[in-house]
């Protein structure tokens, strides 16, 4: 059993973090708190982190825009569907679970699944 893990330079990783929080943490103990950029100038770490999270943010908002999009547009053709058209798709929670999950193509699903008398 593993009790602890290495990075490629062999450092144990809880080390290596454990370093990076104390030496900002000491960092911020001896700085003037009424100019805090100065407190973190030439930290590139810091830098890179912040840039991470970012493009982090920036993707998982993308991702999560694109689904709400996606399930609306799934949401008003089922709807268009069933009651427009006249299709026997049963509104259960399945059925809302699918169209919410997979938007258009999941109300494609339901479409293929009825008519092979699956729903």
Same mark, same amino acid.
């Given at each position: 059993?593993? !009790?602890? =893990? /290495?990075?490629?330079?062999? $450092?144990?990783?809880? $080390? ?5 929080? /104390?030496?900002? *943490?000491?960092?911020?103990? %001896?700085? !003037?708190? /009424? ?7 030439? $930290? &590139?770490?810091? @830098? ?19 689904? =709400?999009?996606? /399930?609306?547009?799934? =949401?008003?053709?089922?709807? @268009? @569907? ?6 026997? @798709?049963?509104?259960?929670? +399945? =059925?809302?679970?699918?169209?919410? +999950?997979?938007? *258009? %193509?999941? *109300? %494609?699903? +339901?479409?293929?699944?009825? &008519?092979?008398?699956?729903?």
């Amino acid at each position: 059993m593993v !009790d602890a =893990v /290495s990075n490629i330079t062999g $450092d144990l990783v809880g $080390d290596v973090a454990t370093g990076f929080v /104390s030496s900002t *943490v000491s960092r911020l103990a %001896g700085c !003037d708190l /009424s100019e805090p950029i100065k407190c973190f100038q030439g $930290d &590139f770490t810091l @830098i890179v982190a912040a840039v991470i999270l970012f493009v982090l943010a920036f993707m998982i908002f993308n991702m999560l825009k694109n689904l =709400v999009v996606n /399930s609306i547009a799934g =949401v008003a053709a089922l709807l @268009i @569907i069933v009651y427009l058209f006249n299709v026997p @798709i049963p509104m259960n929670g +399945l =059925v809302i679970l699918v169209t919410v +999950l997979g938007g *258009v %193509g999941g *109300v %494609g699903a +339901l479409l293929i699944a009825t &008519f092979f008398g699956w729903l």
